[in-house]
Every structure is written in C-alpha cells, then in structure tokens.
C-alpha cells in the first residue's frame, strides 16, 4: 500500500467516524500517535480515542467533508470542513468550520503525527453568549484596518 492509498483509509474511516465507530481509529493510528489541535493535545492511541469519545457526547451532529490533499513521501496535509451542531451553541443549528490536518505516516502506513489547524474562535468562543460578541466586534475592527 503506498501513501495515496493510506490517506484514502484515513479518509475513509474519517468520513463514516461516528460515536459508534471510534475503535476504526485503530486501523488508521499508530499505538504512539501524538495529535493536537488547537484546543488540546493527547498522546497515544488510547488517549485519541477517548478525546473522540469526548466529542461526541454533548453533540447532535459531527461530520467531515474531505476536499484537497497533498501527499508527499510520508506526509499528507488535507483540507477539510467539520459540521458540528451543539444544542448551546448558535441555538442547536449547524456551525461549519473549515481546517487542515497534517499527517505524518510510518512505514506500516499508519499515522504516527497528526496536527489539526483551525480557528479556535470560530469552532468555539465566537458561538459563547458574552465572548463571541466581544471576539465577533474584534475580528470585525481588525479586518476593517
């Protein structure tokens, strides 16, 4: 299996991960897996599939969409949108927030380093009743200038 064909089976398992799917991360992650974004970081396999276990338990809806992809030797960066709906967050309704992940493969084709890149304030903080007015009104001045 060469690298294009390993990040189609991240892509895969990533793309049907539901809360009754989280023991597939096992076919794409190595035992030692160091993940982070920008909101936590875990280390090993265990700890990731907790931090999944985690995601899921006060949302209604968590989906990614798959668009570009780069592979080059053993790395793979991916592009991505995650649909997420918390009932307190923006009245239940759907927030889609776009990222990238950089993946680093072994040799055995599973992934060893994953690094998530979003906007924290976007995924989180901008939907929070007092604070995402205050983040909003920055983001707005700074553009403006």
Request: net charge negative; aromatic share 10%; proline share 3%.
């Amino acid at each position: 299996m060469n690298d294009s064909e390993h990040l189609g089976r991240f892509l895969e398992v990533w793309s049907a991960i539901s809360a009754d799917t989280i023991d597939t991360l096992d076919q794409i992650y190595d035992e030692n897996i160091a993940f982070s974004d920008p909101l936590h970081h875990v280390q090993g396999l265990s700890s990731l599939r907790q931090y999944i276990a985690n995601m899921y338990e006060n949302v209604t809806e968590v989906r990614f969409s798959f668009s570009k992809t780069l592979v080059d030797d053993d790395q793979a960066c991916v592009e991505w949108v995650l649909r997420y709906a918390h009932p307190r967050l923006r009245g239940g309704e759907p927030i889609d927030i776009p990222g990238c992940s950089r993946l680093e493969f072994t040799e055995a084709g599973k992934v060893i380093r994953h690094r998530d890149y979003f906007d924290a304030g976007a995924f989180l903080y901008e939907h929070l009743p007092i604070v995402g007015s205050i983040i909003r009104a920055l983001k707005r001045r700074l553009s403006d200038d």
